[in-house]
């Protein structure tokens, strides 16, 4: 009976009790991260002795963590758009297309999201240098698009598999033309891939920090970068203020998600 | 009648052809293939045309013991998580869809933490005065702090971290598709609840385990921000080396020579795994 949850007996309880201590485990850094940012230790003493706002206060005074947060969402933005429109009509290639190395053709598409970063770095960044694209938005766009577009065909590619072909050519059969079939009856039917697509796209390239590490300018650079620069100076309660943010952030994007994959199925 | 009337009109039969995916061939072409090879031809041209790279890499001692710790961590790192994460993708099978959907949402939050913020926390818990150390000192298990950060324990328990819901997720779905009646008749045929978990649950989830071990596996030698940050640098892991060698050293040519042994090592365990699942199964995964 061991895949009945009632009928597991005393097994439940052992097992239930290992599931809870790994919950713990995951949340553990995420709640400690959030808890010391408001203690007063510059040590990262904990508990803390008292509890302030002066990391935030102190984040908010230096512009370079806006401007750094504000690079990474431009960047974001603009890949997670990029990365999108291609994924979406290479998926539709990829899954209705009937030619030779269809297969073949995924597999090089979904390669950047194997392939170590490390590798895609510094290959990119020796190109960009030869091309003139170094430490450049447009270099960073390009790069980010690259390693984001295995996020956006992977989702939409399972939506476009499971939507049923046929509804499309009655569409047609009804007078649409082939492309008002697919803008009217197929997009919106594969909006939860779609939608999908864009978050992971954005975060691949929100949280990325290899390429941007080797990429960045004294004048360009992202939020990880900045974060990653200063870890590596010391372990100041500021970047506990800036990564409690990110959890914030993060957490609204866990609820937005689900509230619009509710709207969107219904 | 419908069928007709399709088969009369070719234009309706006509599936989309290779041309949607053009733009995204172009793109990974150019700024992956092209820069990629590129850089692997640098391993075999600088400073001289030859092998003498390579012969470094394998003739030296020290790179050899980064080859090697590299594996060593890769291993600990997969073995620890498909221990931990079997138990919790299998409560997270059968548990009631309430309680389940906590965890699950726990396991999200914790996956789409920026990772420097993770590995972040990590650096403050681990560190000789922090949280974990002084908590074990307090309760008397220990009497000097341990060594938790800037070795390759510390880069352990940073990995597997993140490693976790990557080997929970997809266990969940291969754990789901097995038919909770063959656990049934092995009880009804009286096998005990260890047979049955070893001779049916165990064998019947097999593939997940494999897969998803191998994406762990694959994902931890590769990996260069958490190592970087909580392992140490006497013991250092490819990547972190691979980029030391181009960042601070300048030398492109063994950089990329590493970069390329990393790669072909890389694409050989993905080849097996999309063998193992097939390219369908591994796509379909998010």
Redesign the interface.
């Known amino acids: 009976?061991?895949?009945?949850?009632d009928r597991l007996g005393w097994?439940r309880a052992a097992?239930?009790g290992?599931?809870g201590l790994?919950?713990a485990?995951?949340?553990?850094?995420?709640v400690?991260?959030v808890l010391?940012s408001f203690g007063s230790s510059r040590?990262?003493?904990?508990p803390p002795p008292s509890w302030t706002l002066k990391w935030y206060e102190e984040l908010f005074a230096d512009p370079a963590w806006l401007e750094a947060a504000l690079t990474s969402a431009r960047i974001a933005t603009m890949a997670a758009i990029l990365a999108v429109v291609?994924?979406l009509?290479?998926?539709?290639?990829?899954?209705?297309?009937?030619?030779r190395g269809r297969?073949t053709?995924?597999?090089?598409?979904?390669?950047?999201m194997?392939?170590?970063?490390?590798?895609?770095?510094?290959?990119?960044?020796?190109?960009f240098l030869r091309i003139g694209l170094g430490g450049t938005t447009a270099g960073f766009v390009?790069?980010h698009?690259?390693l984001a577009?295995p996020?956006a065909?992977?989702?939409i590619?399972?939506a476009l598999?499971g939507f049923d072909k046929t509804i499309e050519?009655a569409a047609?059969?009804c007078g649409a033309s082939?492309f008002e079939a697919k803008l009217r009856v197929t997009l919106p039917a594969i909006k939860i891939g779609i939608f999908?697509a864009a978050i992971?796209a954005f975060?691949a390239s929100w949280?990325e920090?290899?390429v941007a590490?080797?990429m960045a300018s004294p004048t360009l650079q992202t939020l990880?970068v900045k974060?990653?620069g200063s870890?590596r100076q010391d372990?100041s309660p500021v970047?506990?203020a800036a990564?409690s943010l990110?959890?914030l952030l993060?957490?609204s994007?866990?609820i937005v998600t689900a509230l619009i994959r509710r709207k969107l199925s219904k | 009648m419908s069928g007709n009337l399709l088969h009369r009109q070719p234009i309706l039969r006509r599936p989309d052809g290779v041309g949607g995916a053009l733009p995204a061939l172009t793109l990974i072409t150019l700024f992956f293939v092209v820069p990629v090879v590129a850089l692997l031809l640098r391993s075999v041209t600088e400073p001289v045309p030859g092998l003498q790279n390579y012969a470094t890499l394998f003739g030296d001692g020290t790179y050899a013991r980064v080859f090697l710790n590299t594996f060593l961590v890769a291993t600990v790192v997969t073995a620890v998580t498909v221990i931990v994460a079997f138990p919790v993708a299998w409560m997270l099978a059968i548990m009631p869809p309430a309680l389940g959907s906590i965890v699950f949402g726990i396991i999200i939050l914790s996956m789409w933490t920026n990772l420097l913020t993770r590995t972040y926390a990590w650096m403050v818990l681990l560190q000789r005065t922090g949280v974990i150390n002084r908590t074990l000192m307090d309760i008397g298990l220990i009497s000097q702090p341990l060594p938790l950060i800037n070795n390759l324990t510390g880069v352990t328990i940073g990995m597997v971290y993140i490693m976790l819901p990557f080997m929970i997720l997809p266990l969940v779905g291969t754990l789901r598709a097995i038919d909770p009646m063959t656990l049934r008749a092995a009880a009804l045929c009286g096998a005990s609840p260890f047979d049955a978990f070893r001779r049916i649950l165990l064998p019947l989830s097999l593939p997940g385990i494999a897969a998803g071990g191998l994406m762990v596996f694959v994902m931890s030698l590769g990996y260069f921000v958490t190592p970087t940050l909580l392992g140490g640098t006497s013991n250092m892991m490819l990547a972190a080396m691979i980029a030391q060698m181009i960042q601070s050293l300048l030398n492109w040519g063994l950089g990329s020579a590493a970069a390329f042994i990393l790669l072909l090592v890389t694409m050989a365990l993905y080849a097996l795994q999309l063998r193992l699942v097939g390219a369908k199964r591994m796509t379909g995964g998010i």
Not at chain 1, 89 to 97: D, I, N, P, T
């Open positions: 009976m061991l895949l009945d949850y097994l097992l239930l290992f599931t790994v919950a485990f995951l949340l553990l850094p995420v400690f991260i010391l040590w990262l003493a904990f291609i994924g009509l290479a998926s539709f290639a990829l899954v209705r297309g009937q030619f297969n053709l995924r597999g090089l598409l979904l390669t950047p194997v392939l170590p970063v490390v590798v895609f770095a510094i290959a990119i960044y020796a190109f390009i790069a698009t690259v577009l996020f065909i992977i989702p590619t399972a598999e050519d047609i059969v082939p999908s992971f975060l949280d920090v290899v590490i080797f990880p974060i990653w870890l372990l970047i506990a990564s990110l959890v993060t957490l994007l866990m």
